[in-house]
């Protein structure tokens, strides 16, 4: 029988293949991370079963011990604001951290990281559509910062994430996607690095973001249903 989850989860897939069928990109080049925030332990399991092994989590002290009781086998990422006295505790715990947007919070990481004798991927969260009091670089600054995180040895950087301004038309987001992708492309060569990842899209825009090149779409509410926070 055909489980909610296993619905769910066709049906994003589903989404991401017509998306690249659209723009002639191979499906296989787009990571699904299914973002498990405010969702319980039996609901990663049951996504799990269904095959998804890459699950998102915003909030380290809800992720810690979610991880610890979830199916052995998967890779977790962290998608969310990492405060800088929180810092230490996602050391060594994510296959990749999305949201890295200032050279403290990289110095921390960096100096964790390396007494723990380990290297940690991690992307640089760009503040693209230059919200105030939201999270990510300021494009401007985002050379900088590159600059300073890729010297670090214990981290590599490997691509950029944004999370876009709300729009009621999907469609909204896709000038900040572009601008994503072309701000990678700048970054790769003045630091001569490949930066591979581009982590944007979510439910309602993941479309728009596979049309402008993402690695990694980070979906919760179509996998999981509603949050209740
Ligand atoms: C919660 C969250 C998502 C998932 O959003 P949905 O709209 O539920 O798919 C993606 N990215 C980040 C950074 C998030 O915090």
Request: proline content about 5%.
């Amino acid at each position: 029988m055909e489980t909610d989850a296993a619905k769910r989860l066709a049906h994003v897939k589903g989404r991401i293949a017509d998306a690249c069928a659209a723009c002639g990109r191979d499906p296989a080049a787009v990571t699904l991370v299914a973002v498990s925030k405010l969702h319980d332990v039996a609901e990663v399991a049951a996504m799990a079963a269904c095959g998804q092994r890459i699950f998102g989590e915003s909030y380290i002290q809800e992720a810690l011990p979610k991880m610890e009781a979830a199916p052995a086998g998967l890779a977790w990422h962290f998608i969310g604001h990492l405060q800088r006295n929180k810092a230490k505790l996602a050391v060594a715990r994510f296959a990749l951290i999305h949201t890295v947007d200032n050279a403290d919070l990289a110095g921390i990481l960096q100096k964790r990281t390396a007494e723990a004798g380990l290297t940690q991927d991690i992307c640089l969260q760009v503040n693209v559509a230059g919200e105030s009091q939201k999270s990510g670089v300021d494009p401007r600054r985002l050379p900088k910062l590159a600059e300073a995180v890729a010297a670090m040895g214990a981290l590599r950087l490997v691509g950029l994430m944004v999370i876009p301004p709300v729009f009621d038309d999907p469609e909204g987001a896709r000038p900040v996607f572009a601008r994503l992708r072309t701000l990678r492309d700048e970054l790769a060569s003045r630091l001569a690095l490949p930066l591979p990842v581009l982590s944007m899209g979510m439910s309602g825009d993941l479309e728009a973001a596979v049309m402008e090149g993402a690695t990694h779409v980070r979906v919760g509410t179509d996998l999981f249903g509603p949050r209740q926070r």
